[in-house]
């Protein structure tokens, strides 16, 4: 496979911290999930993420399924602790479709076919358990 693109993140301080891009001017001011403080956690960064590149895979489903739909996705990542320093990671992802003539059915299936694509979900598969829904509206 060739590079499409990479980018370089460093993280000073962990979730006490900051962080930063090597491409970007971005930098981020690190927090505990909880805390209270002003930022942000790496579990919004990784929906963030996320979301975006499940949306654009969804994108690249409907251009090679010649379909029409506008498309909405939302993921919550839940951070997990089971005994001690037992810490996981959940996803749901809820994709809403809309000015589509596609019925539930059709774009549940575009939608699981993005599951298949997505860099991110090819990513976690078999490493975290994910929920995937989806309406037409």
């Known amino acids: 496979m060739k590079t499409l693109y990479s980018t370089k993140a460093t993280v000073t301080g962990g979730r ?13 001011n690190m927090v505990a999930p909880g805390s209270g403080k002003d930022g942000n ?4 960064m990784f929906a963030i993420g996320y979301s975006a590149c499940f949306d654009g895979a969804l994108g690249a489903v409907k ?3 010649k379909a029409k739909f506008d498309s909405q996705t939302s993921i919550e990542v839940d951070l997990l602790q089971g005994e001690g320093p037992d810490y996981k990671l959940a996803a749901r992802i809820h994709v809403i479709g809309e000015n589509t003539e596609l019925s539930a059915d059709e774009f549940q299936q575009l939608v699981e076919k993005a599951h298949q694509v997505c860099p991110y979900s090819k990513a976690t598969r078999g490493n975290i358990d ?8």
């Open 41 to 44: 956690n790496p579990e919004q």
């Open 130 to 137: 994910v929920e995937l829904t989806s309406e037409v509206k």
């Open 16 to 28: 006490a911290g900051s962080a930063s891009l090597s491409d970007s001017d971005l930098t981020i």
């Open 63 to 65: 251009q090679m399924e």
